[in-house]
Nanobody, 127 residues
């Protein structure tokens, strides 16, 4: 089992920045990748970004490319999501997740590829 704890998101004005963190504990040796998803009420969970634990390659949803940066610190079993130039449409509950396997380009963007999930943290961007 892997447990995930996310930092507090909060309220930010459009154009502002927020950095989320997610710390993993437990069987962290099983981590192949860590990702971030987001969800708004009534909608499916949406892929945001993921980072491979070995090598650090990062992948992003088109909607956040150039604005968000995902990173990881292996020694701390922690992943970060730096979100800049935030827009009201970025408002959502953000979830971090652990993938125990390295998936292909399509599958790594789907929630079913991930094995463990954090509790979620709300980010609200005001216009």
């Amino acid at each position: 089992q892997v447990q995930l704890v996310e930092s507090w998101g909060g309220l930010v004005q459009a154009g502002g920045s927020v950095r989320l963190s997610c710390a993993a504990s437990g069987r962290t040796c099983s981590i192949a990748a860590m990702g971030w998803f987001r969800q708004t009420p009534g909608k499916e969970r949406q892929f945001v970004a993921t980072v491979l634990w070995s090598g650090g390659a990062a992948y992003y949803a088109d909607s956040v490319k150039g604005r968000f940066t995902i990173s990881r610190v292996n020694g701390k079993n922690t992943t970060y999501l730096q979100m800049n130039s935030l827009k009201p449409e970025d408002t959502a509950a953000y979830y971090c997740a652990v993938d125990r396997h390295v998936h292909g380009a399509v599958e790594r963007t789907t929630s079913r590829a991930y094995d463990y999930w954090g509790q979620g943290t709300q980010v609200t961007v005001s216009s």
